[in-house]
Protein backbone atom coordinates (compact mmCIF):
# COMPACT_ATOMS: atom_id res chain seq x y z
CA UNK A 1 0.00 0.00 0.00
CA UNK A 2 1.47 3.15 -1.02
CA UNK A 3 -0.48 6.80 0.59
CA UNK A 4 0.85 10.11 -0.77
CA UNK A 5 0.48 13.86 0.68
CA UNK A 6 1.14 16.45 -1.53
CA UNK A 7 1.92 20.20 -0.44
CA UNK A 8 3.61 23.35 -1.66
CA UNK A 9 0.26 24.36 -3.83
CA UNK A 10 -0.76 28.61 -3.82
CA UNK A 11 -0.97 31.45 -5.54
CA UNK A 12 1.71 33.11 -7.68
CA UNK A 13 1.39 35.68 -10.59
CA UNK A 14 2.11 34.19 -14.16
CA UNK A 15 6.24 34.19 -14.23
CA UNK A 16 6.29 32.83 -11.17
CA UNK A 17 7.84 29.31 -9.90
CA UNK A 18 6.17 26.99 -7.42
CA UNK A 19 7.99 23.42 -5.85
CA UNK A 20 5.44 20.48 -5.17
CA UNK A 21 6.38 17.72 -2.81
CA UNK A 22 4.52 14.48 -2.53
CA UNK A 23 5.40 12.31 0.71
CA UNK A 24 4.95 8.52 -0.20
CA UNK A 25 4.61 6.26 2.71
CA UNK A 26 5.16 2.95 3.31
CA UNK A 27 6.74 0.45 0.46
CA UNK A 28 7.58 2.90 -2.46
CA UNK A 29 10.59 0.60 -2.92
CA UNK A 30 7.69 -1.43 -4.99
CA UNK A 31 7.01 1.89 -7.06
CA UNK A 32 7.49 1.27 -10.82
CA UNK A 33 6.60 5.53 -12.00
CA UNK A 34 5.43 8.38 -10.02
CA UNK A 35 3.56 11.24 -11.65
CA UNK A 36 2.21 14.49 -11.40
CA UNK A 37 -1.16 15.27 -12.58
CA UNK A 38 -3.17 18.38 -13.16
CA UNK A 39 -6.94 18.79 -13.01
CA UNK A 40 -8.58 21.96 -14.04
CA UNK A 41 -12.48 23.08 -13.66
CA UNK A 42 -14.22 21.40 -16.42
CA UNK A 43 -11.58 19.74 -17.81
CA UNK A 44 -9.78 16.23 -17.91
CA UNK A 45 -7.42 14.85 -15.79
CA UNK A 46 -3.73 15.47 -17.58
CA UNK A 47 0.01 13.69 -16.99
CA UNK A 48 2.27 16.99 -17.14
CA UNK A 49 5.22 14.48 -15.45
CA UNK A 50 6.00 11.58 -14.54
CA UNK A 51 9.30 9.58 -13.45
CA UNK A 52 10.72 5.80 -14.07
CA UNK A 53 11.86 5.49 -10.22
CA UNK A 54 14.26 3.10 -11.23
CA UNK A 55 16.38 5.46 -13.19
CA UNK A 56 15.23 8.36 -12.58
CA UNK A 57 14.41 9.08 -16.39
CA UNK A 58 11.67 11.84 -16.46
CA UNK A 59 8.33 12.45 -19.09
CA UNK A 60 6.84 15.15 -19.89
CA UNK A 61 3.75 16.37 -22.30
CA UNK A 62 5.42 19.32 -24.77
CA UNK A 63 2.97 21.40 -22.56
CA UNK A 64 5.18 21.59 -19.89
CA UNK A 65 8.58 20.60 -21.39
CA UNK A 66 11.27 22.88 -20.17
CA UNK A 67 9.34 24.37 -17.49
CA UNK A 68 8.24 21.66 -15.21
CA UNK A 69 11.30 19.31 -13.40
CA UNK A 70 10.40 16.13 -11.22
CA UNK A 71 12.34 14.71 -9.12
CA UNK A 72 12.90 12.68 -6.04
CA UNK A 73 14.49 11.93 -3.18
CA UNK A 74 16.90 9.13 -3.53
CA UNK A 75 15.22 7.11 -0.74
CA UNK A 76 12.07 7.59 -2.71
CA UNK A 77 10.11 8.92 -0.16
CA UNK A 78 9.36 12.43 -1.82
CA UNK A 79 8.73 13.29 -5.18
CA UNK A 80 8.77 16.82 -6.60
CA UNK A 81 7.24 19.11 -9.26
CA UNK A 82 9.53 22.39 -10.03
CA UNK A 83 6.72 24.34 -11.72
CA UNK A 84 8.84 27.85 -13.34
CA UNK A 85 7.72 30.34 -15.84
CA UNK A 86 3.82 29.04 -14.88
CA UNK A 87 1.03 30.70 -16.94
CA UNK A 88 -2.58 31.18 -16.08
CA UNK A 89 -3.40 28.01 -18.10
CA UNK A 90 -1.42 26.17 -15.49
CA UNK A 91 -3.96 26.86 -12.80
CA UNK A 92 -5.37 23.53 -11.72
CA UNK A 93 -5.04 21.27 -8.56
CA UNK A 94 -2.31 19.38 -8.78
CA UNK A 95 -2.52 15.09 -7.77
CA UNK A 96 0.59 12.77 -7.04
CA UNK A 97 0.08 9.47 -8.87
CA UNK A 98 1.99 5.92 -8.12
CA UNK A 99 2.00 2.60 -9.57
CA UNK A 100 3.52 -0.73 -8.27
CA UNK A 101 2.57 -2.39 -11.99
CA UNK A 102 4.20 -3.21 -14.54
CA UNK A 103 1.98 -2.76 -17.64
CA UNK A 104 2.58 -2.87 -22.05
CA UNK A 105 1.11 -0.08 -24.17
CA UNK A 106 0.26 2.99 -21.77
CA UNK A 107 2.03 6.07 -21.63
CA UNK A 108 3.97 7.02 -18.47
CA UNK A 109 1.65 10.18 -18.72
CA UNK A 110 -1.27 8.12 -19.01
CA UNK A 111 -4.15 8.42 -15.98
CA UNK A 112 -4.73 4.79 -16.42
CA UNK A 113 -1.45 3.36 -15.17
CA UNK A 114 -2.23 4.76 -11.55
CA UNK A 115 -3.30 2.90 -8.77
CA UNK A 116 -2.43 5.23 -6.11
CA UNK A 117 -3.25 8.84 -5.74
CA UNK A 118 -3.17 11.83 -3.04
CA UNK A 119 -5.48 14.28 -2.54
CA UNK A 120 -4.51 17.13 -4.55
CA UNK A 121 -2.67 20.45 -4.00
CA UNK A 122 -4.29 23.60 -5.72
CA UNK A 123 -2.11 26.17 -7.91
CA UNK A 124 -3.77 29.30 -9.31
CA UNK A 125 -1.65 31.30 -11.66
CA UNK A 126 -3.05 34.80 -11.82
CA UNK A 127 -1.63 37.25 -15.25
Known amino acids: QVQLVESGGGSVQAGGSLRLSCVAS????????MAWFRQAPGKKREGVAA????????YYPDSVRGRFFISQDNDKSTLYLHMISLQPGDTATYYC????????????????????WGQGTQVTVSS
Open 97 to 116: AATTLVVEGLSPLQEARYHY
Open 26 to 33: MDTYSTVY
Open 51 to 58: IYTGNGVP
